[in-house]
């Protein structure tokens, strides 16, 4: 069995790269999507033609999240094995499994901060999350204005602004009544203060941050809707 499914996997691998290599749409994202369906916030979609162990390795998966994926999605015996090592339920559903830029709030990326991994991590989000718009910025300050400015205008419905100075930035962010600005250390960070706050305008630090941790903040970014008053409005 262990032979058959190494096998199974190097012919996964092969068919993968011949994909690239015609120039099809890629099926190895650098961050999957994980979608949440409206109909179960429980139930996570997988919009992978192809699932792997390596894919699901890049995902952040809730407690008691069921991964949903789509009516002729192939799960490799690796992805088998990893959901089960890790008692991880899924299923399939009978319809297209839903992508986080349908469903996903209209998001603007400022940097003001450009590390190397920043930088890689900007490369990774124009292929993996294009209809984000993203920007550079030069200073903290630049990065407060215009973050403010997409908000009040309705540009967009949230901004993740990556800056050195981040506790400048949320607190001077917050000065405008439309802003509901917070400071962010991980994906896990960002879905406890979504449930209590729901911001518009996330910001981070991106020092001591690995390129593996900026990508599951993005992705926590990507599966959120549009942000809801909080409970205390």
Do not use: Y
């Amino acid at each position: 069995m262990a032979h058959d499914s190494a096998l199974v996997e190097r012919i996964v691998a092969s068919v993968l790269e011949q994909l690239q290599s015609r120039g099809a749409a890629r099926v190895e994202s650098p961050a999957p999507t994980a979608a949440p369906l409206k109909a179960d916030p429980k139930e996570l979609g997988l919009t992978h033609a192809v699932v792997t162990a390596a894919v699901l390795e890049q995902l952040t998966i809730p407690a008691g999240a069921t991964l949903l994926v789509g009516p002729k999605t192939v799960l490799t015996p690796s992805a088998h094995d990893w959901l089960r090592q890790r008692q991880i339920a899924w299923k399939r559903s009978r319809t297209a499994v839903s992508s986080a830029a349908g469903d996903g709030a209209r998001w603007h990326l400022l940097a003001s901060t450009v590390t190397p991994t920043v930088r890689s991590l900007l490369d990774q989000v124009s292929r993996s999350h294009a209809s984000w718009k993203r920007q550079l910025v030069g200073t903290a300050a630049e990065a407060t204005e215009t973050a403010v400015r997409s908000i009040a205008t309705a540009e967009t419905e949230r901004v993740f602004v990556i800056t050195g100075q981040a506790d400048v930035v949320a607190c001077r962010a917050n000065r405008n009544d439309r802003v509901r600005s917070a400071v962010i250390q991980s994906a896990e960070h960002l879905r406890g203060i979504e449930a209590s706050l729901s911001p518009n305008v996330v910001v981070l630090d991106p020092q001591a941050k690995s390129l593996m941790e900026l990508r599951q903040i993005v992705q926590a970014c990507a599966v959120l809707g549009a942000p809801r008053p909080p409970a205390w409005k």
